[in-house]
């Protein structure tokens, strides 16, 4: 069995055999820094994601039989795992700790700006929330999550409601770095270095049109390569009127990269984000996830973003084009 991020399952951080009805994973406390979300995978032969071990819920498990997802939140220490690994659903608890109980709190586990109909009241609840545990990293990733919900000040505000370890974690870190570098709304985005296929350095804004689509995108991303044809219809119908793309890439593998610009063979500008800089920039764009597609006017101001691939995109993309641009049949 192994112990990999939940996140990225692939991304294994320890295995151990399952032997006379116990197993035991370790992991070096000066490597990872801080808790964070794992999981437990039974894999099949090929590595494969196969079985994974559910983790009981001891909130709701009180009233009715539910258990979470593959999950749990690891704390630095001992973390104490009991339940029946041989039956079909591999069930177990975890032993109780502060951060798990928030972890499998059921309202906590759906905050977000939607879950309340007033910002005020969204913002208020995790002041208290965070005042009354200070001391909790699972919060402080609860809020990188979310963070796009916050404003720069009220990141810096709820941050400072943590204890001194919390606030100096490496997820704090992000947190601050985001507030510091994100755009606010209305205001132009600055020009950046960026890494070309030929491995020169180029500015974004060098060259600029009537509106400008960047896309960010990976070569491991499903729905970003799945995208890219509907982008190329994009370009051969607007490029001509103005339209400006500039594809920006995530990858942190250079040959990945250029492999799939190879098979891809995207016939507008394309970048990769550099390694020093790549947090300032995915703070000022405020990248999530990817695809993500920002489309900006003519002085770098951002017009719309649009998340993830969907079969509307190119009405959508074409409906704000239509906005600032002539169609060119």
Same mark, same amino acid.
């Given at each position: 069995?192994?112990?990999?991020?939940?996140?990225?399952?692939?991304? #294994?951080?320890? =295995?151990?055999?399952?032997?006379?009805?116990?197993?035991?994973?370790?992991?070096?406390?000066?490597?990872?820094?801080?808790?964070?979300?794992? @999981?437990?995978?039974?894999?099949?032969? %090929?590595?494969?994601? %196969?079985?994974?071990?559910?983790?009981?819920?001891?909130? !709701? =498990?009180?009233?009715?039989?539910?258990?979470?997802?593959?999950?749990?939140?690891?704390?630095?220490? %001992?973390?104490?795992?009991? /339940?029946?690994?041989?039956?079909?659903?591999?069930?177990? =608890?975890?032993?109780?700790?502060?951060?798990?109980?928030?972890?499998?709190?059921?309202? #906590? @586990?759906?905050?977000?700006?939607?879950?309340?109909?007033?910002? /005020?009241?969204?913002?208020?609840?995790?002041?208290?929330?965070?005042?009354?545990? =200070?001391?909790?990293?699972?919060?402080?990733?609860?809020?990188?999550?979310?963070?796009?919900?916050?404003?720069?000040?009220?990141?810096?505000?709820?941050?400072?409601?943590?204890?001194?370890?919390?606030?100096?974690?490496? !997820?704090?870190?992000?947190?601050?770095?985001?507030?510091?570098?994100v755009v606010p709304p209305g205001y132009a985005y600055p020009d950046m270095e960026l890494v070309k296929p030929d491995n020169t350095v180029g500015k974004?804004?060098?060259?600029?049109?009537?509106?400008?689509?960047?896309?960010?995108?990976? @070569?491991?991303?499903?729905?970003?390569?799945?995208? #890219?044809?509907? #982008?190329?219809?994009?370009?051969?119908?607007?490029?001509?009127? /103005?339209?400006?793309?500039?594809s920006i890439s995530l990858d942190e593998n250079k040959e990945h990269w250029i492999e799939a610009l190879t098979e891809e063979t995207m016939r507008w500008e394309q970048f990769a984000l550099p390694y020093h800089t790549a947090?300032?920039?995915?703070?000022?764009?405020?990248?999530?996830?990817?695809?993500?597609?920002?489309?900006?006017?003519?002085?770098?101001?951002?017009?719309?973003?649009?998340?993830?691939?969907?079969?509307? %995109?190119?009405?959508?993309?074409?409906?704000?084009?239509?906005?600032?641009?002539?169609?060119?049949?």
């Amino acid at each position: 069995m192994y112990l990999t991020d939940a996140y990225h399952w692939e991304h #294994i951080l320890d =295995s151990a055999e399952y032997k006379n009805g116990e197993f035991h994973f370790e992991l070096d406390d000066t490597k990872y820094k801080e808790p964070f979300t794992a @999981s437990i995978y039974i894999p099949d032969t %090929n590595l494969k994601k %196969n079985n994974g071990i559910f983790f009981i819920n001891p909130i !709701t =498990s009180t009233t009715k039989d539910t258990f979470s997802n593959n999950g749990i939140f690891l704390v630095h220490g %001992n973390n104490i795992i009991k /339940g029946d690994y041989s039956s079909k659903l591999k069930r177990v =608890s975890l032993t109780p700790t502060s951060e798990s109980v928030l972890y499998f709190d059921p309202v #906590i @586990s759906r905050l977000g700006l939607g879950y309340y109909k007033e910002r /005020g009241s969204w913002y208020e609840y995790m002041e208290d929330l965070i005042a009354r545990h =200070s001391g909790s990293y699972f919060l402080v990733h609860k809020m990188y999550e979310y963070r796009d919900s916050f404003t720069p000040a009220e990141i810096n505000v709820l941050l400072s409601l943590f204890n001194e370890d919390v606030w100096k974690s490496p !997820t704090a870190s992000k947190l601050k770095s985001y507030a510091n570098n994100v755009v606010p709304p209305g205001y132009a985005y600055p020009d950046m270095e960026l890494v070309k296929p030929d491995n020169t350095v180029g500015k974004l804004f060098e060259r600029k049109g009537k509106l400008t689509m960047l896309v960010f995108w990976a @070569s491991w991303c499903g729905p970003c390569r799945q995208e #890219i044809p509907l #982008i190329k219809q994009i370009h051969d119908r607007y490029s001509s009127a /103005g339209l400006v793309i500039k594809s920006i890439s995530l990858d942190e593998n250079k040959e990945h990269w250029i492999e799939a610009l190879t098979e891809e063979t995207m016939r507008w500008e394309q970048f990769a984000l550099p390694y020093h800089t790549a947090a300032t920039i995915k703070a000022q764009y405020r990248i999530s996830a990817v695809p993500l597609v920002v489309f900006l006017d003519e002085n770098n101001r951002a017009l719309k973003s649009f998340t993830g691939y969907r079969d509307t %995109n190119t009405k959508d993309y074409e409906e704000l084009i239509n906005q600032y641009m002539p169609t060119k049949d």
